[in-house]
């Protein structure tokens, strides 16, 4: 199975502050078709993962221009611009390249 | 209004069943590959099952393999999840998702899994 590993795990930041979260894939995530089948999901407290990235640097509808992902191949990042309190909760990343689809295990963004 | 909602979790002994339900509306259902993802407390998400739209392909994790069968009916804008053999280790909240240029998610249904 692939394995994501995110960096850090824990990641407290000031309220307008920037903040970056790495995801690194142990295989190529680039499939037959050319496309890097790489997501970003953020959960908030008590509520459903929503995807906030697909394919590496696309926003998912209603996503606000402050998040941005970024990345080829095997390494990948979720940036936020300014940080706000709304953005509390865990960032997942996860592939489906190849199967079974993984997540990596999740980094909790908390505000300072 | 787009709406997955989930139902059929419970408390359910070590060797048992239980079949979980996702009522989607809102949506063209018949179009979106179908999944189940879970989340055990505290803990984080593990892609469980994927069916295709026509039903064709269906695939699920090493882990409940021989144990779990997904399946549909797109008539009802149902989707399904047959859980047999259950173990401790499956206790999760169990959400639906319908994977498509957007993507849905239900709010979940908690399974667990214990004597």
């Known amino acids: 199975d692939v394995v994501l590993t995110q960096s850090p795990l824990s990641l407290p930041v000031t309220p307008g502050q920037p903040a970056s979260i790495s995801c690194r894939s142990s295989?190529?995530?680039?499939?037959?078709?050319?496309?890097?089948?790489l997501f970003w999901f953020q959960q908030r407290p008590g509520q459903s993962p929503r995807r906030l990235i697909y394919?590496?640097?696309n926003r998912d509808s209603g996503v606000p221009d402050r998040f941005s992902g970024s990345g080829s191949g095997t390494a990948f990042t979720l940036q936020i611009s300014r940080v706000e309190a709304e953005d509390v909760g865990v960032y997942y990343c996860?592939?489906?390249?190849?199967?079974?689809?993984?997540f990596g295990q999740g980094t909790k963004l908390e505000i300072k | 209004e787009v709406q997955l909602v989930e139902s059929g979790g419970g408390l359910v002994q070590p060797g048992g069943s239980l079949r979980l339900s996702c009522a989607a509306s809102?949506?063209?259902?018949?179009?979106?590959?179908m999944n189940w993802v879970r989340q055990p407390p505290g803990k984080g998400l593990e892609w469980v099952a994927n069916?295709?739209?026509?039903?064709?392909?269906?695939r699920s994790v090493d882990s409940v393999k021989g144990r779990f069968a997904i399946s549909r009916d797109n008539a009802k804008n149902l989707l399904y999840l047959q859980m047999n053999n259950l173990r401790a280790e499956d206790t999760a909240v169990y959400y639906c998702?319908?994977?498509?240029?957007?993507?849905?998610w239900g709010r979940g249904t908690l399974v667990t899994v214990s004597s």
């Open positions: 998702l319908a994977w498509g240029h957007v993507t849905y």
């Open positions: 069916i295709s739209p026509d039903q064709i392909e269906g």
């Open positions: 394919t590496i640097s």
């Open positions: 996860m592939q489906h390249t190849h199967w079974p689809h993984t």
């Open positions: 809102g949506f063209t259902f018949q179009t979106y590959w």
């Open positions: 295989q190529s995530l680039i499939a037959s078709d050319g496309n890097t089948y």
